[in-house]
């Protein structure tokens, strides 16, 4: 991998170097190094281009990081990973996506990720989306994440976009059965132009099932945002989506949280807040000596940390 | 040194011109000095021209010589001016020890903070990385506010009804904090209050109503006339009634 390929890939999963355990890393479209281990299989899908992630059940403290950079303007892909995490597994996935598009055609990478948690699995499920470069081409991503989850899993699913990405449409839906709990934390900052639309569904099918999706989002100059947060409670189940945004300059920001009780003991709630940096907020950090400008850097930086 | 030049400070809204403050003088060199007077009467306006929040409508603030009536809230910040808000403010995601870290003007070590915190009584591992939000009470909230200025440690220290909320802590905590924070940086203190235990520490007690200074002398001058409710005026009687 080339220095770009390099940083891209510290930007997207914080790596300096080959990490520790299993990895696939995928650079412009073709794979660019693989390890599996004794417990984690990683196999190319012979049908659609795209992986399978195979974690076996009972593997306990294991990572697999599985990023994807993108280097070479005018590139657009479309990648199928499907990852099986067996009975009582408990695992870390890191993916991620960087761009850096130095020439004028769109560069894009849309994934398609799909858990498949057995009874018991438990993952952390961590995603960073990222872009750079001058050129006038644009960097699209539209991940997909598709979960199924068995009886008593768990899964925690932090997904950040802060920097880059011009365009994105961020589709999410999961179906948990009896005693699965799923929490959800996206953080998004969008400047310039970009535009960035998130859509979570989750169905909560089983008894005892609980999810939890919480956004917070930064919309700067003459960005778009628009979340949209559904949660379906099909039984004996509790649900909890909150939208938390900062709108600046000429922004703007639209929630729309939907929560559905299809089951008489579902427990639902959905908040959703939008405003303005409080002038108080900037006064008070004024008055501990902090410019206006650093002031509103820390309040932000806060938000999203 | 702070001093106030006949400052006056008017505002204009949908109720028409209103002066908030007219023509007040006095200066700020002793230990403790504490400002009190009935609600609405124009002190905590007064500390806000002081923070730079407000800029008067006319008068002038000498800090030091220096004519800092211009000067932004930035600016006097970093001259050497506090101030502990009243109704302190909530941060969502920024957690205590950044905000200590800030007006400490450096990175602080959780021991560091700590030891900021356990000035204030609170338990201080408890609450050095909780978030500065909702989920904290009125109480905890104004110890941290005044945390915050300790921490800063400058010439002038503005607070605000700082005993407000803290019933679960001792008014002699906190006087013992204003007696250290003195011993620490000395520099004066000022406090705008109701409170009797907080006016019975002042070196000079000032009391502003209806926009204007009433009187101003030692504590020995001012506070027989404020507690028997002769002081010319209409504030005694009100602060009488609240003590």
């Known amino acids: ?305 | 040194m702070l001093e106030l030049q006949n400052v006056s400070y008017r505002v204009s809204d949908t109720d028409g011109d209103r002066e908030i403050l007219h023509d007040v003088s006095l200066t700020i060199d002793e230990r403790f000095v504490a400002i009190t007077g009935p609600n609405g009467g124009g002190k905590s306006t007064l500390a806000k021209i002081i923070a730079g929040i407000y800029t008067p409508t006319e008068g002038r603030i000498i800090l030091d010589g220096t004519d800092i009536t211009g000067a932004s809230i930035t600016e006097r910040a970093k001259l050497g001016v506090s101030y502990a808000f009243q109704q302190p403010v909530r941060f969502k995601g920024l957690t205590v020890r950044d905000l200590i870290s800030l007006a400490a003007g450096h990175e602080l070590s959780v021991n560091d903070a700590c030891s900021y915190l356990s000035e204030v009584g609170l338990c201080a591992r408890d609450y050095v990385n909780r978030e500065v939000n909702a989920s904290l009470s009125g109480g905890e909230l104004k110890r941290i506010e005044i945390a915050m200025i300790i921490a800063r440690g400058t010439k002038l220290s503005v607070f605000d009804e700082p005993e407000a909320g803290i019933d679960l802590w001792s008014f002699g905590n906190l006087i013992t904090v204003f007696e250290k924070l003195h011993e620490t940086v000395n520099g004066s203190i000022l406090i705008i209050s109701h409170q009797e235990r907080i006016l019975n520490i002042a070196d000079k007690i000032v009391v502003i109503a209806g926009g204007q200074l009433k009187a101003i002398g030692t504590r020995d001058e001012i506070l027989p006339e404020l507690l028997g409710g002769s002081n010319p005026g209409c504030a005694c009687s009100v602060l009488t009634q609240k003590l």
Request: net charge negative; with cysteine.
């Open chain 1, 1 to 305: 991998m080339n220095d770009i390929q390099k940083n891209l890939l510290e930007q997207v999963a914080g790596l300096h170097e080959i990490p520790a355990g299993a990895y696939n890393i995928r650079a412009n479209g073709e794979s660019a190094g693989r390890r599996t281990t004794a417990n984690i299989d990683i196999v190319t899908k012979t049908d659609k281009p795209g992986i399978d992630i195979i974690i076996k059940p009972g593997t306990k403290n294991e990572s697999v990081h599985i990023p994807v950079v993108l280097s070479q303007s005018g590139l657009k892909e479309l990648v199928y990973n499907d990852f099986f995490i067996g009975e009582d597994a408990d695992v870390t996935i890191i993916a991620g996506c960087g761009i850096h598009n130095g020439g004028d055609a769109d560069a894009e990478h849309s994934g398609i990720h799909r858990f498949v948690l057995a009874k018991g699995a438990k993952v952390h499920y961590v995603e960073r989306h990222y872009g750079e470069g001058d050129g006038n081409g644009q960097r699209l991503m539209n991940p997909t994440t598709i979960v199924e989850q068995a009886e008593d899993s768990h899964m925690e699913m932090d997904t950040t976009q802060i920097k880059g990405v011009d365009s994105t449409k961020r589709v999410t839906t999961a179906r948990l059965a009896a005693g699965a709990s799923l929490v959800i934390r996206e953080k998004l900052m969008t400047h310039g132009k970009q535009y960035a639309e998130t859509d979570f569904t989750v169905d909560l099918d089983g008894e005892d099932s609980s999810a939890n999706v919480i956004s917070r989002s930064v919309a700067r100059d003459e960005s778009r945002q628009i979340f949209r947060s559904a949660i379906n409670g099909n039984n004996r189940c509790a649900g909890h989506t909150e939208c938390d945004a900062i709108i600046m300059d000429k922004a703007t920001v639209a929630a729309i949280p939907e929560i559905t009780a299809n089951h008489i003991d579902a427990s639902l709630i959905h908040e959703a807040a939008i405003g303005k940096i409080a002038g108080e907020q900037l006064i008070k950090l004024m008055t501990l000596g902090l410019t206006e400008a650093e002031a509103e850097a820390q309040i932000v930086n806060g938000f999203l940390k």
